[in-house]
């Protein structure tokens, strides 16, 4: 598919200055009409499917992606011209970023995304599916396969293949089932920034499998390639231990659904190393961001670019470039109890807009058994350690919040959560959400984390907004009103941020925690601003988000 695009867009690229000038208003003999097909350039090498199709799926319905990883280019196709136009017009005044990073848009001289002779039949729904591993910096096995395939269905055989990369074919018991597994899992990161899945139907309707081994698998046979069996072999079971054993893949670390489904718990939810869809952060991480002996708020300039001293040779890489955690001791859980909540008023999302300044927040769940009585799920461990040192007992809704680890390595998925006093669900999933802001270096060189004070610096608001129209975001959220706003001046105008201050820190936390990430009206377009807030040192700080 993409040497046929290649050779489309080689004859495109010629006409590509004229195009974008004709789609900005401008006339002349080669303007570009409207088209349900976009031109997509300045693609990240790293950039899937999946990542172009989040970055414009708010805009309408995607119908085809055809990507053209050595040109970093695309072809998108909406459903329909409307969607297509809405995403070019955002396009020509703001930026929109394809796997963090910005992409431009542009009509497409083709009407429609032409299909290679035999393309139909290749992507013809079947029940075994072809699996590319990109980047596989850690050993791929059929354990590892089925342990993230299974969630999805029965599995019957599984051959992994290393001429061309890695590549595992997995056959299914049904081609119902394979499809669900291409649209779960395609675009997954197997570990966190690595092993990411590019999935598509293979052509062979059954796989051949003459030994059980970390090759081939057939699970329909459990004693294949056993001489001598003296017993028959009981069906494979859910494994007892949920982590790798230590230095079998190295210190894992946590991941979060980068797509719009989530269809098992990041850690396989019954067995394996954490799991599919995105960066979550290095385990092992440390408190501050910068290099040892720094202020610890800019980026590290160790390898791993986290943080760490950066004694040593480099290891792998991830899918952002940075260092991949080398094989060692096993890491501490990434799991944390709070106690001492206001069980009337705190609930799962309260617990996400404050944890999520400290670390990737993977789930929460309050306990039935306890009332005011939480455990959290951060993206790694030292994510909980930040945490800790920040927020233990900090007092807010009349109650002071304590926090320790627990032994648990992970929260398992809570099927049929309970219900809270507030009316919100007890347990919630936050692995897939765009308001963790520990995805990459680039968002983790931003962060600042302080302990709570009394002021809050706000950022990804409307730019002209005024001070009254602040605190009236905080009134419409029921929480308490700053007492000062003072709004910084904009570099740009596609947002504005500033400060705002309250009498006393408790009244800030319970500020924080009910606004944080609320939606502002867009006076200039239909797409509203997240609010976005942070713990400020000082009056005067005026953080990095301008």
């Known amino acids: 598919m993409a040497n046929h695009y290649d050779g489309q867009l080689g004859q495109v690229a010629k006409r590509l200055k004229t195009e974008f000038a004709g789609a900005r208003g401008h006339t002349g003999n080669h303007e570009v009409q409207p088209s349900v097909v976009l031109h997509v350039r300045g693609l990240s090498e790293h950039a899937l499917e999946q990542d172009l199709i989040d970055a414009v799926q708010h805009f309408g319905q995607v119908g085809q992606v055809v990507m053209m990883p050595r040109k970093r280019q695309a072809l998108v196709e909406f459903e329909d011209l409307q969607s297509a136009r809405s995403c070019v017009t955002y396009c020509n005044s ?6 963090g990073q910005p992409a431009f848009f542009n009509y497409s001289t083709s009407q429609r995304i032409e299909r290679q002779q035999g393309e139909f039949e290749r992507n013809k ?94 699970y329909t046979q459990p004693n294949l390639g056993k001489f001598s069996p003296v017993a028959e072999i009981p069906p494979r079971r859910a494994p007892l231990l949920q982590e790798p054993p230590p ?28 799991g599919p869809r995105g960066p979550g952060f290095p385990p092992g991480q440390e408190r501050g961001y910068g290099p040892p002996g720094g202020d610890g708020y800019g980026p590290g300039r160790g390898p791993d670019r986290y943080g760490s001293d950066g004694y040593g040779p480099p290891g792998p890489a991830d899918r952002y470039g940075s260092a991949l955690p080398s ?61 800790i040192h920040n927020l233990n007992n900090t ?70 907004i005024t001070e009254e129209q602040v605190k009236n975001i905080f009134e419409e959220a029921g929480a308490p009103i700053p007492t000062k706003v003072v709004i910084f001046p904009a570099k740009s105008e596609r947002s504005a941020s500033g400060i705002a201050e309250w009498d ?30 942070a713990f400020s040192s000082t009056p005067k700080d005026r953080g990095s988000h301008d």
């Open 94 to 99: 703001n930026q929109i970023y394809v796997a």
């Open 125 to 218: 729904p079947n029940n075994i599916l072809l699996m590319t591993v990109l980047n596989p910096a850690y050993p791929i096995t059929t354990d590892v396969i089925h342990k993230i395939s299974g969630q999805i269905g029965e599995i019957q055989r599984i051959v992994i293949f290393k001429k061309n990369g890695v590549q595992a074919m997995v056959e299914f018991d049904t081609t119902e089932t394979a499809t669900r597994a291409l649209q779960q899992l395609n675009g997954a990161d197997i570990y966190s920034g690595c092993c990411t899945l590019k999935i598509e139907f293979a052509k062979p309707t059954r796989l051949n499998v003459f030994k059980n081994d970390n090759d081939s698998w057939d």
């Open 247 to 274: 230095g079998a893949y190295g210190g894992i670390g946590r991941g979060e659904p980068r797509g719009p489904s989530a269809p098992f718990d990041s850690y396989g939810n019954g067995g394996g190393p954490p």
């Open 327 to 387: 094989g060692g001791p096993a890491q501490q859980g990434a799991v944390a109890m709070i106690y001492g909540l206001n069980p009337e008023k705190v609930n799962c999302d309260y617990l996400f807009n404050v944890f999520c300044l400290y670390g990737n927040v993977i789930r929460v769940k309050f306990l039935q058994s306890k009332a005011g009585v939480a455990m959290i799920q951060m993206g790694d461990s030292g994510a909980v350690e930040r945490a």
């Open 395 to 464: 007092y807010f809704f009349d109650s002071k919040m304590q926090i320790g680890r627990s032994h648990q390595p992970y929260l398992n998925e809570v099927p049929q959560p309970t219900m809270l006093p507030d009316g919100t669900t007890s347990y919630k999933d936050f692995s897939g959400s765009r308001n963790n802001r520990f995805n990459n270096p680039e968002q983790v060189a931003k962060n600042r984390t302080q302990t709570p004070s009394k002021v809050i610096h706000f950022y990804n608001v409307p730019f002209g």
């Open 504 to 533: 006393r820190p408790e009244t800030a936390f319970e500020a924080l925690v009910m606004t944080n990430h609320v939606q502002v009206e867009n006076p200039n377009g239909k797409f509203p601003y997240t609010l976005k807030l």
